[in-house]
């Protein structure tokens, strides 16, 4: 095992990793920017390096100055936890030639998970459902119209290089094609630097169904169910569960087989996450994450295992050790993710915490680094902290959430939780009746 890890991270991730790290027994090196001096994942940590300015670009971006303080610290391996360089081939590959260990997956599956053709293409050779779409790029508006009449109205024509849901554009009808793909396409310039597009079928009311896999080096893989984040809001999730409530046993156990059928045939090892919309009864794949997700938390109080100490034991070469028939699910379990910005306008509200009071009691986790006095940064994403709770059943897990949320004292500033009281009283989500656009009506009209 390591000695010591360098976590590249911030905010409560960077904690969760810590925390697990010195569960292990293992010494830990925090870095942070210089608006990150008296953040929690500085304070608690072995060790900490600053690397830069305020701004990710010059800090938690600057590989440099992450790997020089790796070198300094004398660290083993680099967690890259989620966002920032997490899904960064180039980094990862660098963490290796310096002769750190890589939390994480190979950047061979990072590059290719991170080109949405090529990542289509492959899990679907592995046996993965996916959106019926053309089969690779679509350079002309002729082409387009060729592929749309195949696939049928309605299309979505979306960017190779996509992410974070730019660079789409749907079409309703024949006529309304070729503009929706010209100005796909001049947003994929505009956005990624790179205007090749492809066609798929679009969806009109799926819900997001994604599963989780584990892979270690000696391909022994596993998967841990699925997770329901269909509550989301400008394609920011808001809101996760695991269980799905959409989904029955039967349905739940042939996703789950056929994704851990795949992550073995592609190679892969490490947590990853296979992403799907689920309309009908039928999943389609529409993305791999090869990081650790910020929902983790939710399967692991369904399924009692540390991701994050997975993904270390696996990347110091730790056989997992178990198998499917050894992993059983428990109870369900809710996160609400609960972010630094007004409840209504979502205008983002940095600032001092005057009063912090986290909820507590059985089945109830928060995952933040918040404390009372600390100064919200305006420089990073608005997330401050998960709000993650386990009950027997779905109505306990949501009887305690709403209990929870009552209980939590986040003064200040502005925060989503009267957001997230409103929604767990409202009669959709207690039914678990709702798609990926039932939150978009319900906050902005
Ligand atoms: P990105 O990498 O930009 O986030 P994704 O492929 O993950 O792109 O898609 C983002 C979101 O766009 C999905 O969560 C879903 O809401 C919507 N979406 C993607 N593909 C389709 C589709 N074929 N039909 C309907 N909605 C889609």
Known sequence: MFEKVLIANRGEIALRIQRACREMGMRTVAVHSTADQDAMHVRLADEAICIGPPAAADSYLNVQAILTAAAITNADAIHPGYGFLSENAEFAAMVEEHNFVFIGPSPEHIRLMGDKIAAKQSVKEAGIPVVPGSDGPVDSVEEALKAAQEIGYPVLIKA???????????????DKLSEAFKTARSEAVAAFGNGEVYLEKFLGKPR????QVLADHHGNTVHLGERDCSLQRRHQKLVEEAPSPALNSEQREEIGRIAKEAVQKI??????????????GKFYFIEMNTRLQVEHPITEMITGLDLVREMVRIAAGTPLGYG????????????CRINAEHPET????????????????LGVRVDSALYSGYTVPPHY??????????GANRNECLMRLRRALSEYIIGGLDSTLPLHLRLMADPDIVNGDYDIHWLEKFVDG
């Open 208 to 211: 997001h169904i994604e599963i």
């Open 160 to 174: 190779s290089a996509g992410g974070g849901g730019r660079g789409m554009k749907v079409a309703e009808t024949e």
């Open 267 to 280: 190679g892969y090892r490490s947590v990853g996450t296979f992403e799907f919309l689920f309309e009908d």
């Open 381 to 390: 994403d608005s997330m401050i902290a998960k709000l993650i709770v386990h």
């Open 324 to 335: 499917q028939e050894d992993i059983s699910f428990s109870g369900h379990a809710i996160e």
């Open 346 to 361: 979502f205008i983002p509200s940095p600032g001092r915490i005057t009063d912090y009071h986290p909820p507590g009691g």
